[in-house]
């Protein structure tokens, strides 16, 4: 078999650029592992690079296929005497454009970047979880270094990383407050929530002050959300910064409020998902998939992304597990 199904993109521009092709299927070398992908996951950093921002300065050669993080199962070995082996079940995450994208049906990735699926989740919702939740971590946990007796307001609560972000702060102890709509707000306390403020009925700086963290997954693309949370900070107070893009003038603004600020960019962690594996086997932490397309139906998918109302992940199916 030398080739495969993808849904690729020849050239950026809105959802329907998005299309199945037959194309090569890619080939292991040094220590990567070659996976057949059960189920891809759907991410803003999808649909900004098929539209001309996010990671497309450094697109090639087109096709394109995009996609960072899946579901599935080993085909090749890293080598013989690894502990994964052919067949084995595993999700991780992939970086495009250095690597093929994961809306395909087969991969190659670094054997770093995987870890064994959660015998917990299905496929679909494995593959929902490595980006989100590595970004989730790595902004509160590794950054904010969330703990007992800190409040953290996190905006977009609801979203794919939100919703993982309000579970691993409030794990360590941490006093979450987040922004979100009204018919999200019981998911959003169920998750961890202590206070969830509707953004469509109250501005969140009126109501809510000197907090330790402001976990900021919107910026300023959207109502100024960035520069109107400095004032809610703590003198000193941090704020992480994840959507790419989305405040160019962070550092500058965060100094002159007297704050600290720092962005975050997410690397695909393998040990660090084993180590979310374990939280979501136990139950401690849960991924909640709201739709799932097919492979040709990317484009609904990237469509349904865009308008912003998505409660967890969206994925996609790509083969028969």
């Not at 917990?120 to 490595?130: M, N």
């Not at 007796?149 to 979450?176: E, K, N, P, S």
């Not at 910064?241 to 962070?250: C, E, F, I, K, Q």
Request: net charge negative.
């Amino acid at each position: 078999m030398t080739t495969m199904r993808a849904s690729v993109i020849d050239a950026t521009g809105g959802p329907d650029v998005l299309h199945v092709a037959e194309v090569a299927r890619p080939t292991k070398v040094n220590a990567e592992f070659l996976v057949k992908v059960v189920a891809a996951s759907v991410n803003p950093i999808d649909a900004k690079s098929r539209s001309g921002s996010g990671t497309s300065a450094a697109f090639g050669e087109y096709p394109v296929i995009l996609g960072n993080d899946f579901s599935g199962i080993v085909v090749e070995s890293s080598y013989e005497g690894h502990p994964i082996k052919p067949g084995d079940e595993v999700y991780g995450m992939t970086m495009v454009p250095r690597f093929g994208g994961t809306y395909a049906e087969y991969i190659t990735v670094p054997a770093t970047c995987i870890a064994r699926k959660p015998k917990a989740l299905s496929h679909v919702e494995a593959a929902a979880v490595p980006l989100a939740a590595l970004t989730a971590w790595g902004a509160v946990v590794e950054v904010a270094k969330a703990h007992e007796g800190q409040v953290i307001l996190i905006h977009a609560g609801a979203g794919g990383v939100g919703h993982f972000a309000i579970q691993f702060a409030t794990y360590f102890g941490a006093r979450v407050i987040t922004t979100g709509s009204t018919r999200n707000e019981g998911w959003l306390r169920q998750l961890g929530a202590s206070e969830v403020i509707d953004y469509s009925t109250t501005r969140f700086e009126d109501v809510v002050h000197d907090v330790d963290v402001v976990i900021d997954l919107i910026g300023n693309a959207k109502d100024d959300t960035g520069t109107r949370s400095l004032g809610v900070l703590k003198p000193g107070g941090l704020i992480v910064n994840v959507p790419t893009g989305s405040w160019p003038t962070l550092a500058a603004d965060a100094a002159a409020a007297g704050v600290r600020a720092s962005g975050y960019r997410v690397p695909a962690d393998g040990a660090t998902l084993a180590v979310i594996s374990r939280l979501l086997e136990f139950g401690d932490v849960r991924v909640f998939v709201d739709q799932v397309f097919t492979l040709d139906q990317a484009a609904q998918a990237h469509s349904a992304l865009e308008t912003g109302h998505t409660r967890g992940k969206i994925v996609l199916t790509v083969s028969d597990g």
